[in-house]
Every structure is written in C-alpha cells, then in structure tokens.
C-alpha cells in the first residue's frame, strides 16, 4: 500500500473489519486514528432497517434498542 500520503484517512468496510482494518493500518503505516473501520454498524443498520419495515415502526426505535442489547452485552462481558 506505499507510498501513501501521510495525511491519508483510509476507511475499511468489511467483515472481519477488526482484523482488516488492522492490516490496512499496518501495510499502510498510517497511524491507527487515520485507519477507520466499519463493519457491525453497517450491520446493525440494514438490521434495523429490515426489523421496522417488517414491525411497522420506526428505524431509530429499532436501532436504540439494539444499541441497548450491545451495550448490555459489553457490561456483561467486562463483569467476568
């Protein structure tokens, strides 16, 4: 991936992001706050989306109650 300018933001969509997204920064030689990667909150998106069509209700109660279930689980986790 060099030469790249320093100043360069790269963003990676992708599943596995975690451990493209590190590639990327690695070959890259970027600093880590310049590599971005997203690929769960894309997923949550489409998620979401698909879930209130399918309820009839709106996308932004669905996602709010996602993101309380994947914060609950992150709680969760750090408590073992």
């Known amino acids: 991936m060099k030469p790249i300018r ?8 992708s599943q596995p992001v975690d451990v493209l997204t590190t590639l990327a920064q690695e070959l890259s030689g970027l600093p880590k706050p310049q590599v971005i990667g997203s690929g769960t909150f894309l997923d949550s998106l489409r998620l979401g989306r698909l879930l209130a ?27 073992q």
């Open 6 to 13: 320093s100043d360069a933001v790269i963003l990676v969509v």
């Open 53 to 79: 069509n399918r309820l009839k209700v709106r996308t932004v109660n669905i996602l709010q109650y996602i993101q309380r279930l994947d914060n609950m689980y992150c709680r969760l986790q750090q408590l």
